[in-house]
């Protein structure tokens, strides 16, 4: 069973430039989350799809952040504009249903340097 | 923000020694889970307790669960060198589906 895929792994940019990463989920995996992940800490939710609609993005910094899952399968999250506090890996992850329980499965993450 | 604070923040054994580190938390859970991260990898779902569970065993990985104390613990017995990782509790919110919050994680390193 092919894992969760993301790109790119690495990307270096500067501050107020914008940037977007990619995640394929686990196929038949309907919920789909975007976890922030900054250097020494754990990882942060950021938001949570089942199929393509939004099931939680309270932690999403919606002035700068958005995602989106249009057709269900995989997503985009985008930052505009970049600040350099936004520097961390960004991990995507999937899970057979928002149900309580069910497991989680991580891609490697995309490391974001905001310079 | 983060639910859980693992204890110590860094562990540094000899191959063959047993490695246990804590977890607490603040709120009511549905469950824990714990997680491995190697550097500069993805995360690896080890092992889920249940909130009605105190105990749970899966190959060299002993949990515990006190609700109570709102606290948890990994035990890792036998270490090896490939056991050298962050290890992360996460909790779930009762009814709040599969939303997991983490904590600051344990870096364990076992040495030859």
């Known amino acids: 069973e092919a894992g969760v895929a993301q790109s790119p792994r690495y990307k270096i940019i500067e501050k107020r430039q914008s940037v977007a990463f990619w995640c394929n989920p686990i196929?038949?995996?309907?919920?789909l989350y975007w976890y922030q992940q900054i250097l020494g800490q754990g990882p942060k939710l950021l938001i949570q799809?089942?199929?393509?609609?939004?099931?939680?993005d309270s932690q999403l910094p919606k002035d700068r952040f958005s995602a989106e899952r249009l057709k269900g399968v995989d997503s985009t999250l985008k930052i505009q504009p970049a600040k350099l506090e936004d520097s961390a890996v960004y991990l995507c992850?999937?899970?057979?249903?928002?149900?309580?329980?069910?497991?989680?499965?991580f891609g490697e993450g995309s490391w974001l340097t905001v310079v | 923000s983060q639910q859980g604070e693992e204890d110590p923040q860094a562990l540094s054994i000899q191959e063959g020694e047993n490695a246990t580190m804590n977890c607490s938390y603040k709120?009511?859970?549905?469950?824990l889970q714990w997680y491995r991260q190697n550097s500069g990898r993805g995360l690896v779902h080890l092992i889920l307790?249940?909130?009605?569970?105190r105990e749970k065993h899966s190959g060299r990985l002993r949990v515990t669960l006190d609700t109570s104390k709102k606290s948890s613990s990994l035990l890792i017995t036998a270490s090896r060198a490939a056991d050298t990782a962050s290890y992360f509790c996460?909790?779930?919110?009762?009814?709040?589906?599969?939303?997991?919050?983490f904590g600051t994680g344990t870096q364990l390193k076992v040495e030859l």
């Open positions: 992850a999937s899970s057979r249903d928002w149900a309580s329980g069910n497991t989680i499965y």
């Open positions: 196929s038949g995996h309907a919920t």
């Open positions: 799809f089942q199929n393509n609609g939004v099931v939680d």
């Open positions: 709120t009511s859970i549905n469950n």
């Open positions: 307790i249940r909130s009605n569970e």
């Open positions: 996460a909790t779930a919110p009762p009814g709040g589906g599969n939303k997991l919050t």
